[in-house]
């Protein structure tokens, strides 16, 4: 495709629910991030892939976060048992390079946990 | 100490002032740099990356200080379309992700 796509675009769930929420980069693009923007607030660093490898996971804030990425495209972030706190927007960017290009972000998942 | 700092404002300017925003970072391994512009409910743009000597694109001009490890962006002549958030973006030079800051909000009057 033409851009970063994102999917869902919302997702509404229920507290203790896991929820998956899905990347597809720009073609050809070796780095992907991952973000979470709440309410008001800047971006948070979750994790980053070079390749299919995540160089750094320092951001993921708890063991109920994950991610993957496979094929050097898709990526996937799950978060386990949502709690409330975790309701923000889920931003996605990818690069042609590691942290030396600029990043193509996309549209983001709004996730509300109830 | 966070890793990339900036001054939240918000700063409320009228139109045709000069503004400048300032940011500043920890790491000194640090090698890009980058100003972002968000507008409301929308996702990050590049605005421009900063160069070691400074930069300019058309009324924003970029600066980067290594020694003082810190970065400014000035907005010269501002329009009501100015009005965004505007987020600086250094790399970490020992693992390569990119790291936002939190982020000036800019809110140019008529």
């Known amino acids: 495709g033409a851009g970063v796509s994102q999917s869902p675009s919302n997702k509404v769930t229920e507290k203790g629910k896991d929820v998956e929420l899905r990347c597809d980069p720009i073609?050809?693009?070796?780095?992907l991030y991952w973000y979470r923007q709440r309410l008001g607030q800047g971006l948070e660093f979750l994790i980053y892939?070079?390749?299919?490898?995540?160089?750094?996971k320092s951001g993921l804030p708890s063991d109920r976060f994950s991610a993957e990425r496979t094929g050097e495209s898709v990526s996937t972030l799950t978060i386990q048992r949502t709690q409330q706190e975790d309701s923000a927007v889920y931003l996605c960017?990818?690069?042609?390079?590691?942290?030396?290009?600029?990043?193509?972000f996309g549209s983001g998942t709004q996730l509300s946990v109830l | 100490r966070k890793e990339v700092e900036q001054d939240p404002g918000p700063f409320n300017v009228p139109e045709g002032a000069t503004v400048a925003f300032n940011c500043t970072y920890s790491?000194?391994?640090?090698?890009?740099f980058f100003w972002y512009r968000q507008d409301c409910r929308k996702e990050p743009k590049l605005l421009m990356s900063?160069?070691?000597s400074g930069n300019e694109d058309g009324r924003f001009t970029a600066q980067l200080n290594r020694a003082s490890q810190y970065i400014s962006l000035l907005i010269r002549d501002s329009k009501l379309s100015d009005s965004a958030t505007y987020l600086c973006?250094?790399?970490?030079?020992?693992?390569?992700?990119?790291?936002f800051g939190q982020g000036t909000t800019l809110q140019v009057k008529p």
């Open positions: 073609s050809g693009h070796t780095a």
């Open positions: 790491n000194s391994a640090s090698q890009s």
């Open positions: 973006v250094v790399n970490d030079g020992n693992t390569g992700k990119l790291i």
């Open positions: 900063v160069y070691s």
């Open positions: 892939f070079q390749g299919n490898s995540a160089p750094d």
């Open positions: 960017a990818s690069s042609p390079q590691t942290g030396k290009e600029k990043l193509f």
